[in-house]
Each structure stands twice: as C-alpha cells, then as structure tokens.
C-alpha cells in the first residue's frame, strides 16, 4: 500500500514543475510566449513519465518491504532549469530514497530499473496512440493535438529512460550496471535507439514508417 508523507508530495510537485518548464524552455526555444504554449502539452509527457517513474521505485522498494520516500535534490533543480537555456535537460530533480539497513545489489538494481522501465513502457503507449491517430489527424484538429501531446510524450519518455540509465554518479544506470551488465546493456540500448529516433527522424517519421506511409 502506497504511503505518501506531506513533504514528499511537496517535493514531487515542485519537482514536476520545474522539470516540466525545463523541458518547455528547450522545446519552446526559449522563446517566453512559445514556452508558455507548450508548457501544458509538455506537462502531460512530464507529468506521467516523471511522477510514474517514481513511483516505479517506490512500489518496488515497498514490495521489498522497505519504506521509500521521494526527497528534492535542489541543485538538480538548478541544473534543470540552468542546462534548458543550454538546450538540453539535466532531468535529475531529486529521488526516491529507500531506507534499508542492508540490500543486496540485486534488489537495489530492480528498485533502480523501475523508473527507467516504466519510461520505456510510457514511451511505447505513446507511440501507440500516435499510430492510431495519424490517419485521422489530417482532418481533425482534435487528432492533431492528440498526436502532438503523444509525440512530446514519446520522446520525453525515452530521454528520461536514457538519461537515468547512464551509468554514473548515483544515476540508476550505475545500480543496474552493479547488478547485472547484460540488463542494463539491453535497456539503455533499447532507451537510446528510441531517443536517437526521436531527435534524429522524429515522431511523425517513425510514426510513417511503421504504417508503411
């Protein structure tokens, strides 16, 4: 059973905001009335693949039986914010910590490659519904906005499952690495072809390919 403290749901909250304007910035170019036109479209990829990659760790380290909390990493925060003017996201706002006297690597590589994972799977509903709203989407601008908010949270997703795969500083990639090498290879493998297709082809290409268009 999921338990959320007062301050964790304040943590996460602030730390969707920020991540989501810091994508916004970068999506938008940061250009303010561009920016604030995308925010809410950008919130809505943010806000599943952040919260629920969370609560991926969470649910993980509570099926373990530990008590796991989501605490904000203000730095992060800036880094965020700071690296969108940059042109990209250093989406590290904070984390689940999971309070346990011993865990073996095993269990501290699953908890870590919930988050990723749930990403991974975001990415993919995302990119289901955008094929199965392409065709409508020449004449229905009620498709149009459905495709777009799908394709910002297609390739959102499949950064956030890349980039916490990277196996350094206390990023999951190096738990995972830790425990077993061949499912952290397969996963960031999976997580960086998606997010190199994302920014090299994007979502509309791929989107065309895989209906034959």
């Not at 004449?139 to 799908?150: A, D, P, Y």
Request: glycine share 8%.
């Amino acid at each position: 059973m999921f338990k959320f403290t007062s301050s964790e749901i304040r943590d996460l909250i602030i730390a969707f905001i920020v991540i989501s304007l810091s994508f916004a910035i970068v999506n938008g170019g940061r250009n303010p009335s561009a920016v604030l036109s995308i925010l809410p479209i950008v919130m809505v990829g943010v806000g599943a693949g952040f919260i629920l990659h969370e609560l991926g760790h969470k649910f993980v380290s509570m099926k373990y039986g530990y008590w796991a909390e989501f605490k904000l990493w203000p730095q992060g925060l800036i880094f965020a914010l700071v690296s969108s003017f940059l042109g990209f996201v250093f989406a590290a706002p904070g984390a689940v910590y999971t309070y346990a006297n011993y865990m073996t690597d095993e269990i501290n590589g699953k908890i870590s490659i919930a988050g990723p994972v749930v990403n991974i799977i975001l990415a993919l509903i995302f990119l289901a519904i955008c094929v199965a709203i392409y065709p409508s989407a020449f004449n229905s601008e009620t498709s149009v906005l459905i495709f777009i908010i799908c394709s910002v949270g297609y390739s959102i997703n499949s950064f956030l499952a890349a980039f916490n795969l990277i196996p350094i500083g206390n990023l999951d990639g190096s738990k995972v690495l830790t425990w077993n090498a061949g499912i952290w290879t397969i996963t960031i493998a999976i997580a960086g072809i998606m997010t190199v297709m994302s920014m090299t082809m994007g979502v509309e290409t791929i989107v065309r390919i895989i209906l034959g268009f």
